[in-house]
């Protein structure tokens, strides 16, 4: 699987974005998805992870009620909306995927436990 995010730009504290990450090369469907961001000079962080059938996504508590994840299934895109930003939440972002066998939930949030990465797009919130 390949894998592109965009949509990340320079927005100001309490705005809203929206991240699309696109996926090509396999049946996109048998996938579970992930978000993590990197902020400079830190570790990779996980942001959520949606199931392959959709329905609530499992958020770290970081972003909770500020952040949701969604997808489309048809248009093999994984979305993030991003609401009420904070300058902390400036980090690359990228989406990354998860096949079968599928990670267990204490695997969640160790970024180098999924399948296919892919290249970040970069999220600047100013104060």
């Known amino acids: 699987v390949q894998l592109q995010a965009s949509g990340g730009g320079l927005v100001q504290a309490g705005d809203s974005l929206r991240l699309a990450c696109v996926a090509s090369g396999r049946t996109f469907s048998n996938y579970d998805l992930a978000w993590f961001r990197q902020a400079p000079g830190k570790e990779h962080e996980f942001v959520g992870r949606l199931r392959r059938s959709g329905g609530s996504p499992y958020l770290a508590n970081s972003v909770k009620g500020r952040f949701t994840i969604s997808r489309d299934n048809a248009k093999t895109t994984v979305y993030l909306q991003m609401n009420s930003l904070k300058p902390e939440d400036t980090a690359v972002y990228s989406c990354?995927?998860?096949?079968?066998?599928?990670?267990?939930?204490?695997?969640?949030?160790?970024?180098?436990?999924?399948?296919?990465w892919g290249r970040g797009t970069l999220v600047t919130v100013s104060s």
């Open positions: 990354e995927a998860d096949g079968p066998p599928y990670l267990i939930l204490s695997s969640y949030q160790d970024y180098r436990a999924y399948d296919y």
